[in-house]
C-alpha cells in the first residue's frame, strides 16, 4: 500500500489563502484608518507609534521573504516551478527585489498562493506539490506580521482607552482586526504544520478549537498585563521590552537554531522569535521542550504579576476603582485557565490520541506527533512530492518532546540542505542516531 503523501491541496486550502488574503487588506486598511484617525485628531505620538509598528512588521516580513526566494532561486526545479505563469514574479530577481523594496512582496505572495490554488482547485493542473509550498511560506510569514505588528497594535490600542477612559469606534474596529487576525493566524499557523504530521487527517475541529483557545486565553492577559503597564509607566514600557527581547534572544541562540541558510538570515530569525516570545510560546529547536515551556510560562507569570503590581501601585484609584479588582482577579485567572486548556489539549484532544493503531508500512511511530520522512516517503515509481524542508523542519522543532532529543527525524532536509528541498521524497533519509 502506497504511504500517504504528505500533503496534498484541497478546496479548503484554498479558501484558506483567499481570506488569509482578505483579512490581510483589512487588516492593513484598518491600519490606514486608525492612522489618519490619530492624525487628524492632532495625537501625534500615537499616530507615531502605530505607523513605527506598520513599517517595523512590513520591513521584516519583506526581508524574510526577500530571503526565502533568493534562498529557493539555488534549488533544483526551481526555475521550472516557478515559472511566470504561476507565480506573479516568476524567477526576475531583480522584479522581485523592486516588489520587496516597495514593500509589495508579502502581498505578491498571497496572489500567487491563490493563482497557483486555483489552477489545482478548479483547472485540475498537476502543480499541487507547489501550492502547498507556497501555503506553507504564507503560514510564517502570517505569524511574523502578527506578532511584530498586530500584536503590539492591540497593546497600543488598549492602553489608549485605559489612558483616554473612552473608547472611539475606530479603536473598537482596531481592536477586533487585530484580535482577528491572531485569531486567524493561530489557526492557519497550527493547520500548516500540522499538514507535515501523518495524522493531519485525524485533527479534528474539537482538537483545533482547544489548541486555538489556550493559545488565545495565554496571548489576551498578556497584552492586557502590558497595556495596563503601559498606562501608568508609559516610557518604561519600551525599556520592559528591550529588555525581555534580549533575555529572549539571548535564549534562542543557546538554542542553537538553524532555521535560515545564512548567518545574517538566522539572526533576523533569533531576533523575531525574541519578539513572538514577548508574548507568547512555541518551540524553536529540539531537546527539553516540556522544561523550555516550564521555564517560559513561569517566567512569564512572574513578569507578568511584576506588571500588575506596578499598574495597581501607581493607578488612579478614582478612575479605576470601578474595574481594577475585576482586572486583577480576572488576568491571573485567564492566563492559568489557558494553561488548564493546554494541559487539557495534550492529555485528552490531542490527535495523536485518536490515531489508529499503525500498521506495518516502515512507519516510525514519534512522541507527540513528530514527522518521520521515511514514514511518509512513497514507493518506488510514486509521483515525486515538493516538500518545504524550511517549514517540515520547524514543524518537527515545534512539536519536539525532550525525550525524542536522540532521533533526527528530517535528517539532511533542514534549512541549510537547500539543494534537498524541491526533492522527491523518495531520496530523503531519516537519520537514527
Keep these: 500500500m502506497e504511504s500517504p503523501a504528505i500533503s496534498k491541496y484541497s478546496c479548503l486550502d484554498f479558501w484558506f489563502s483567499v481570506i488569509g488574503v482578505c483579512t490581510y487588506l483589512f487588516d492593513v486598511g484598518s491600519d490606514v484608518w486608525v492612522a489618519t484617525e490619530f492624525y487628524s485628531r492632532g495625537d501625534v505620538p500615537w499616530f ?69 490554488g486555483f489552477r489545482v482547485w478548479w483547472r485540475r493542473d498537476q502543480i499541487s506539490e507547489y501550492a502547498v509550498y507556497l501555503t506553507h511560506d504564507l503560514s510564517m510569514l502570517r505569524l511574523i506580521e502578527t506578532f511584530c505588528e498586530s500584536a503590539p497594535q492591540l497593546t497600543l490600542m488598549a492602553y489608549i482607552m485605559l489612558y483616554t477612559n473612552h473608547a472611539r469606534t475606530v479603536q473598537c474596529v482596531s481592536v477586533v482586526a487585530s484580535t482577528t487576525s491572531i485569531a486567524w493566524m493561530v489557526v492557519d499557523y497550527h493547520r500548516s504544520l500540522r499538514s507535515f504530521l501523518p495524522d493531519k487527517a485525524k485533527q479534528g475541529w474539537g482538537s483545533s478549537l482547544v489548541y486555538f483557545l489556550w493559545n488565545l486565553l495565554l496571548i489576551a492577559p498578556r497584552v492586557a498585563a502590558v497595556a495596563l503597564f503601559t498606562s501608568v509607566l508609559c516610557s ?39 519578539l513572538i516570545w514577548y508574548f507568547s510560546w512555541f518551540n524553536v529547536a529540539e531537546g527539553r521542550t516540556r522544561g523550555n515551556g516550564v521555564i517560559y510560562h513561569s517566567f512569564m507569570v512572574v513578569d507578568g504579576g511584576i506588571l500588575l503590581i506596578t499598574w495597581w501601585w501607581y493607578r488612579d484609584p478614582v478612575l479605576t476603582d470601578s474595574y481594577a479588582p475585576i482586572l486583577l482577579a480576572a488576568l491571573p485567572l485567564t492566563y492559568l485557565v489557558g494553561l488548564l486548556f493546554k494541559v487539557l489539549y495534550y492529555c485528552c484532544f490531542h490527535p495523536k490520541l485518536w ?51 536522540s532521533t533526527n527525524l528530517i535528517g539532511k532536509t533542514n534549512g541549510r540542505d537547500a539543494n534537498s528541498v524541491l526533492q522527491p521524497i523518495a531520496n530523503l533519509t531519516v537519520e537514527n542516531e
Design 355 to 405: 490515531r489508529p493503531p499503525v500498521r506495518d508500512t516502515g512507519a516510525i511511530e514519534m512522541p507527540d506527533g513528530q514527522v518521520s520522512v521515511r514514514a511518509m516517503a512513497p514507493q518506488v515509481g510514486a509521483s515525486s512530492q515538493v516538500l518545504n524542508s524550511r517549514m517540515a523542519h520547524h514543524a518537527n522543532r515545534f512539536y519536539s518532546q525532550r525525550d525524542a532529543s
Design 48 to 116: 507615531g507609534v502605530l505607523v513605527g509598528l506598520m513599517a517595523l512588521s512590513s520591513v521584516v516580513v519583506q526581508m524574510f521573504s526577500w530571503y526565502w526566494f533568493k534562498y529557493d532561486r539555488k534549488l533544483e526545479g526551481f526555475n521550472a516551478q516557478n515559472s511566470t505563469d504561476t507565480v506573479l514574479f516568476g524567477n526576475h530577481l531583480k522584479l522581485s527585489g523592486l516588489l520587496h523594496v516597495f514593500q509589495l512582496g508579502f502581498f505578491c505572495r498571497h496572489i500567487s498562493a491563490i493563482w497557483q
Design 236 to 274: 518604561y514600557v519600551f525599556v520592559h521590552l528591550l529588555l525581555i527581547w534580549f533575555v529572549m534572544v539571548y535564549w534562542v541562540w543557546c538554542q542553537k537554531t538553524d532555521f535560515m541558510d545564512s548567518a545574517g538570515g538566522e539572526w533576523l530569525y533569533r531576533a523575531t522569535v525574541g
